[in-house]
């Protein structure tokens, strides 16, 4: 346990319906992180918060998806009018940012999304 | 964007020293050179960072030569839990988008 945590850890819908997961990261971490990863690949950039503001979006993150973090805290990404092509793990991750690298990211377990 | 290769998959027994190297023959001056672990079902993990010459923690080693257009990442006598996917990342604390996992290295252990 890393101590960041999402929910749902599985989430099942069909085509063209809403979908909302979130993400509760460690609580002194001021950066918040989303990534989406597929089978057999590694995870995707999807966008990144530094507390409330987000900072940076993936180019391939469509319009679909809206991602917010009220207050600095707990986050959620939102998918709308879901396709099939976004059946995945959506990954979660937090740090303090202070590192000159990429640093050292805790990531949450995932929410698997299956879209029918 | 600083692509990086590595090998697809490598095999070890218990008890070996495994060098993983990854290319990234365009690294700029600001990046650096992180490396995660990933097991099935499970968001990867960090190991270890560095810029230059060798970075050493409990689990790993990572040594960047001199022109640091490719790395190692050596994990002493490895045991059946290190079976898992290992990856090479280059870049700075900004710039995410640039951020590319790949496909990483699947390290297989057996007894």
């Known amino acids: 346990d890393t101590g960041v945590s999402q929910d749902p850890r599985h989430k099942i819908t069909k085509r063209g319906q809403n979908v909302t997961f979130r993400c509760d990261p460690i609580?002194?971490?001021?950066?918040l992180y989303w990534y989406r990863q597929t089978l057999g690949q590694g995870p995707e950039f999807l966008t990144y918060?530094?507390?409330?503001?987000?900072?940076?979006k993936s180019r391939l993150l469509s319009d679909r998806f809206s991602a917010e973090r009220p207050k600095g805290s707990f986050s959620t990404l939102e998918i709308q009018r879901t396709e099939q092509g976004d059946s995945a793990m959506y990954l979660c991750?937090?740090?303090?940012?202070?590192?000159?690298?990429?640093?050292?990211?805790?990531f949450g377990p995932g929410t698997r999304l299956t879209v029918l | 964007l600083a692509k990086t290769t590595q090998p697809i998959s490598m095999d070890s027994y218990e008890g070996q020293e495994v060098n993983i190297t990854c290319s990234h023959n365009?690294?700029?001056?600001?990046?650096?050179i992180t490396w995660y672990q990933q097991f099935p079902s499970q968001g990867p993990r960090f190991i270890i960072q560095?810029?230059?010459t060798k970075v050493t923690n409990e689990v790993a080693s990572l040594f960047i030569p001199a022109d640091r257009k490719s790395s190692t990442l050596s994990l002493p006598r490895v045991s059946l839990s290190d079976t898992a996917v290992y990856y090479c990342?280059?870049?700075?604390?900004?710039?995410?988008?640039?951020?590319?996992f790949g496909t990483g290295t699947r390290l297989l252990v057996s007894p």
């Open positions: 918060f530094q507390n409330e503001a987000q900072l940076e």
């Open positions: 560095g810029y230059k």
């Open positions: 990342l280059v870049g700075d604390n900004t710039g995410f988008q640039k951020l590319v």
């Open positions: 991750a937090s740090s303090t940012g202070g590192s000159g690298g990429v640093g050292e990211q805790f």
């Open positions: 365009n690294i700029a001056t600001n990046d650096y």
């Open positions: 609580s002194e971490h001021n950066r």
